[in-house]
């Protein structure tokens, strides 16, 4: 449906992977909803902004909702299959994934997008925003609204609007998070310097012919703070982010193209370092790239991977202005040996990435969340509360990217693509809710989203951090509902269904501590690694074992991951 007239009751200020996934989420519960975004994609971080080998939500428990099902879709449509690098289980070509979430936005007859749309101002009145004012093709547009969702990169109406919000560093005294700096520690120039983690302007290069780069130490790379890790060699470098069709994503952490220069200017309101800035990150990893192409030589070259640039459409920006919300996650909510209970009972989404913090100057020691799992070191699950999503300031506002409440400390593993499309799923369900019922957001009930999320007929979406519960479970969404309820099941995990593109081989299983090997016939050996449950429950049992083993191989890992036993 083609919005026509000034008055839609939901709008979603997109441009992040949160806002397309609020703006689907809501159109499908069938209530009229506008998308607008910045650039002419509308996936954010994981398509727009050139991420497109993402981390964290790998487990089988973790692949639901919107996240799960582009997954599954990309499996389907992409030949080579997902398995090509070392940072994530899944590469794909951000062209690859964009191409699926617009033809969902396409076949949603309640959602209009707009692309190209600079949002101008929004009108604030008590508890409410009501309208805003966009520029559409060099002229202003004005739109009123319900319900307002926020999925930007950078938390765009906390500024627009004058909402309370929270940019950078918080004191260990705060929130008595194991991470954070002790308030003594914050005068060191350092935090005024690097007030947020440093942006990336991701950039895409393709290689041609047969995959042989030179294996070499890296050579320091002459950024604004030189240095390299040189315990990584040029084929790990490049082989990191590698996606079908031997397209490379450039997004190297360690002195790579980090910009650390000014990472503020972005929220500072000065049009000069704004442009200084853009311009710095853009150079840098322009640069990057060349330096690469000197190592490798004719057979890498720059990737015509965003229409016709090997730059991603926009920096990827890894923290936003943070909303102070009904509930803020902190650090302690991610930890394993803290889980919140309260915070599960509200949860809407669940996430499992382990951490990360980047800067230019240090590395920031962060406490452990990992887990042996599936023969490799995964995240420990967390779950946002959906009272991260909204501020009882603002009756018809929610959050749905970065800028979610939660703290600087937090930030690091909840800004992950594949938990932004969660969040905003949530975000969106709850906006159409809002908007079906007039209704405010703290009057919505979570327990009528909750039930909304794990019923929803096109990605049902978990909400329990349960790893043993895979997303093909028989009765998944009644397991769900007993286990929020605080039922336990005794029922062992299904096994995976067959997956497009996987082989069979059989393999003499070895178990070694956290780590699984399996001895091929002729004598070589692979790290194995699985995904799903029931092979985590399973294969330890088979050491010293030959077994049929159904997966796919990933050469770049190195490992081969288990999708199936073929007992």
Known sequence: MAFQQGHVPVLVLGGGSGGCGAALQSARAGVETLLVTPGPWTGGMITSG???????????????????????????????????????CFGFRPHQAESVLQRWIAEAPQLSWWSGVQVLSLERHRDQIRSAVLQRDGEPVSVSFDVLVDGSELGDSLLLADIPHRLGWESQEQWDEPSAPPAEQLSDPFFEREPVQSPTWVIHGQW???????????????????????????????????????????????????????????????AQRQSEQRRGLREHSEAFLAQMQAACGPQLQAAAAFAGSPLAFEPYWRE???????????????????????????????????????????????????????????????VIPFGALYTPEISNLLMADKSISVSH??????????????????????????????????????????????????????????????????????????????ECSSQPPAPAPSEPGSCQQRLLIQIEGDRWWGDSESGERFPLITLEPQVQQVLPDHHGRWLELEGCANPFGPWWRINRLCL
């Not at 809407?348 to 100057?361: C, F, L």
């Open 320 to 382: 936003g202005r943070r909303l102070i919300g009904a509930t803020t996650v902190i650090e302690q909510d991610l930890l394993p040996q803290s889980p919140n209970a309260e915070h599960q009972r509200q949860a809407i989404a669940v996430g499992n990435y382990a951490n990360d913090h980047h800067y230019g100057e240090r590395d920031w020691p962060l406490a452990d969340k990992s887990m042996a799992w599936g023969g490799r070191r995964s995240g420990t699950p967390f």
């Open 50 to 88: 050139g991420v497109s080998a993402p981390d964290g939500n790998e487990l089988s428990a973790w692949q639901s909702g919107l996240w799960g099902a582009l997954l599954r879709q990309l499996r389907r449509e992409i030949p080579e299959g997902l398995d090509h690098n070392w940072v994530s």
């Open 208 to 270: 041609q012919g047969p995959w042989n780069p030179p294996d070499q130490p890296l050579e320091p790379f002459s950024g604004p703070f030189k240095g390299c890790a040189n315990r990584f060699s040029l084929p790990q470098l490049l082989s990191y982010g590698r996606l079908p069709g031997q397209q490379l994503m450039l997004n190297w952490p360690l002195r790579g193209n980090d910009w650390p220069v000014d990472p503020g200017a972005v929220f500072s309101g000065d």
């Open 409 to 486: 400390m937090a930030n690091g593993a909840t800004r992950m693509g594949p938990l932004l499309l969660l969040i905003g799923q949530a975000a969106g369900q709850a906006a159409a809710l809002c908007a079906a019922q007039r209704l405010s957001v703290a009057e919505l009930p979570v327990a009528t989203v909750q039930q909304q999320l794990l019923s929803d007929r096109f990605a049902p979406s978990g909400v329990v951090p349960c790893p043993e519960l895979p997303w093909h479970q028989p009765g998944w969404t009644q397991q769900q509902r007993d286990l929020l309820n605080g």
